[in-house]
């Protein structure tokens, strides 16, 4: 192989790598505001479902095991029903994306489950409806997890018990304690208007 059919070999790579990389630049760009939108409507979506009928308003971004994530204002006929954040619990095999609607007192009505990665037939038992219904009523005290049969707090799954902390100890327990903290008590202004 002589240097002219080397540098013909590097020529051809290049030029095809070039296309490819126009082909690619081409593709993302009119994807992403696809993605972005779809995105947008699963939030939306997400949101409704918690609190049915009201209009969300995003109040501010947060941070938590370094993930982003948002909170917002629930409002009926203009008056505050409640609040809604996005949290995280860092489960057995993932990060649990948490979405929790409480009421003007931030006790918990609903919550649900946006994303994770845990053990099928095990941690994924987070996103069944028995699990998340105990949810609702309980204050910020009252979101601990035991492993004997309770009402008053949460019950672990059998066989899932790092998982329910995850959703039950970090997710709902660190959210509701944010938004007590930032609307309640008007503290962490600088969190609060992060990236707005």
């Given at each position: 192989?002589t240097g002219k059919?080397?540098?013909?070999?590097?020529?051809?790579?290049v030029?095809?790598y070039?296309?490819?990389?126009f082909?690619?630049?081409?593709?993302y760009?009119?994807?992403?505001?696809k993605?972005?939108r779809?995105?947008e409507k699963?939030e939306?979506?997400?949101l409704?479902?918690?609190?049915p009928?009201?209009d969300?308003t995003?109040l501010g971004?947060?941070t938590?095991h370094?993930?982003?994530?948002k909170?917002?204002?629930a409002?009926k006929?203009?008056?505050?029903v409640?609040y809604v954040?996005?949290?995280?619990?860092?489960?057995?095999?993932?990060?649990?994306?948490t979405?929790?609607?409480?009421?003007?007192?931030?006790i918990v009505?609903?919550?649900?489950?946006?994303?994770?990665?845990?053990?099928?037939g095990l941690?994924?038992e987070?996103?069944?409806?028995?699990?998340k219904?105990?949810?609702?009523?309980?204050d910020?005290?009252?979101?601990?997890?035991?492993?004997?049969e309770?009402?008053e707090?949460?019950?672990?799954l059998?066989?899932a018990?790092?998982?329910?902390r995850a959703v039950?100890?970090?997710a709902v327990?660190n959210g509701?304690?944010?938004?007590?903290?930032?609307i309640?008590?008007?503290?962490?202004?600088?969190?609060q208007?992060?990236?707005?």
């Open positions: 192989m059919d080397i540098l013909k070999i590097t020529i051809n790579l030029i095809v070039l296309i490819g990389g082909i690619l630049a081409f593709v760009a009119n994807a992403s505001p993605i972005f779809n995105n699963a939306q979506d997400a409704k479902l918690l609190i009928g009201a969300f995003k971004d947060w938590i370094d993930k982003h994530a909170y917002f204002e409002k006929n203009g008056e505050t409640g954040v996005q949290s995280f619990g860092k489960g057995y095999s993932s990060y649990i994306n979405f929790i609607a409480v009421d003007k007192n931030f009505q609903k919550i649900n489950i946006l994303g994770h990665g845990e053990t099928p941690g994924d987070i996103e069944t409806d028995s699990f219904d105990q949810f609702k009523g309980k910020v005290d009252h979101l601990k997890v035991l492993k004997t309770t009402t707090y949460i019950q672990a059998s066989g018990t790092i998982s329910t039950s100890e970090d327990k509701v304690a944010f938004l007590i903290k930032t309640k008590e008007g503290g962490n202004k600088d969190v208007h992060q990236h707005n």
